[in-house]
Nanobody, 125 residues
């Protein structure tokens, strides 16, 4: 089992920055692809960014490319999402997710087995 706990959400003005953290339990964190998803009210959960177990491969949604950066620290069982130049349309609950052990990254909701409880990000205009 893997438990994921997100933190770092909050209220920020447009153009501002936030850094989300996700801490994972379990000894196999380093073998799992990790991802961040988000869900705005009335909308489906959408992919934001993913990172492979080594951290070498990353993949970003077009909507956040150039503004968001994912990273991971396998020694600390942590994955981070640095969000810069935030826009009101980035407002959503952000979820951290983990796959079962795999060497590549994943971009679909149903490829992820474990989910955090989410952290609210609100960007005011």
């Amino acid at each position: 089992q893997v438990q994921l706990v997100e933190s770092g959400g909050g209220l920020v003005q447009a153009g501002g920055s936030l850094r989300l953290s996700c801490l994972a339990s379990g000894r196999t964190f380093s073998t799992r692809a990790m991802g961040w998803f988000r869900q705005a009210p009335g909308k489906e959960r959408e992919f934001v960014v993913a990172i492979s177990w080594t951290g070498v491969s990353t993949y970003y949604a077009d909507s956040v490319k150039g503004r968001f950066t994912i990273s991971r620290d396998n020694a600390e069982n942590a994955v981070y999402l640095q969000m810069n130049s935030l826009k009101p349309e980035d407002t959503a609950v952000y979820y951290c997710a983990a796959t079962t052990p795999r060497p590549d990254l994943a971009t679909e909701v149903d490829e992820y087995t474990y989910w955090g409880q989410g952290t609210q990000v609100t960007v005011s205009s």
